[in-house]
């Protein structure tokens, strides 16, 4: 059973979508965000567009994932499982996100970048080109995960990932040193824990990853 319909179509060749039942939180007659046809959003399961927020070109909203506030899910991005894309995030390009990951803030996926697991992507952190955020990861503030090498830009440090070693700030340590003994650099420089915590994450979703 069709879940929504489309409403009058806007300047911006954008439609509203009417739910046509209850589902979730979402109580029929309710109004929510804008898609460009049919194909942006799932029928099935509880997935919906609330607000302001835009789905466009061949973008994808599926299972139950939500995308609300000014939010923008474009190209051929994928935003399913029980994924959530808010505030101003946009996600684009190939862009998939999936599970219970979040992107929130002015956070920004594209490329042929994955976002899953429980990772959350916020502030005004940049995943691009073929990276992978997975698991536990938190990526936030102005942080930037690109790939090849990746590379992780944030406050006090940053982080370089090849094939064989991680740099810490301005140490080198092999990958599989890192793995096992953890954040050396970070907590040799007295570091405090939520920190050390943040990067311990981040770096265990890039090395699985890479």
């Given amino acids: 059973m069709k879940k929504y319909k489309l409403g009058k179509r806007e300047g911006n060749d954008l439609c509203r979508v009417i739910a046509l039942r209850d589902f979730a939180d ?3 007659g309710d109004i929510g965000g804008r898609i460009q046809s049919k194909e942006n959003l799932s029928h099935e399961g509880d997935a919906w567009v609330y607000g302001d927020a835009q789905v466009s070109g061949d973008a994808q909203v599926s ?4 995308v609300s506030g000014d939010a923008l899910v474009s190209g051929d ?10 505030g101003n995030a946009r996600v684009s390009g190939n862009a998939l996100v999936s599970g219970n990951a979040r992107v929130s803030g002015n956070a920004r996926v594209s490329g042929d970048a ?3 697991g429980d ?4 502030g005004d952190a940049r995943v691009s080109g073929n990276a992978r955020v997975s698991g536990n990861a938190l990526v936030s503030g102005n942080a930037l995960v690109t790939r090849g ?5 944030m406050k006090p440090f940053s982080i370089t990932i090849t094939d064989n070693h991680v740099q810490v700030g301005c140490e080198l340590l092999r990958k599989d040193h890192l793995a096992k003994d953890g954040l050396a650099a970070v907590t040799k ?3 405090d824990k939520k920190t050390v915590a943040k990067y ?3 770096i265990k979703a890039l090395v699985m990853a890479n």
């Fill in 26 to 28: 979402v109580k029929k």
């Fill in 63 to 66: 299972g139950d994932a939500l």
């Fill in 77 to 86: 991005a994928l935003v399913y499982g029980d994924a959530r894309v808010s």
């Fill in 114 to 116: 994955l976002v899953s």
């Fill in 119 to 122: 990772a959350l992507v916020s």
């Fill in 149 to 153: 090498p990746i590379n992780v830009i």
């Fill in 189 to 191: 420089h007295k570091v």
């Fill in 200 to 202: 311990r994450a981040i």
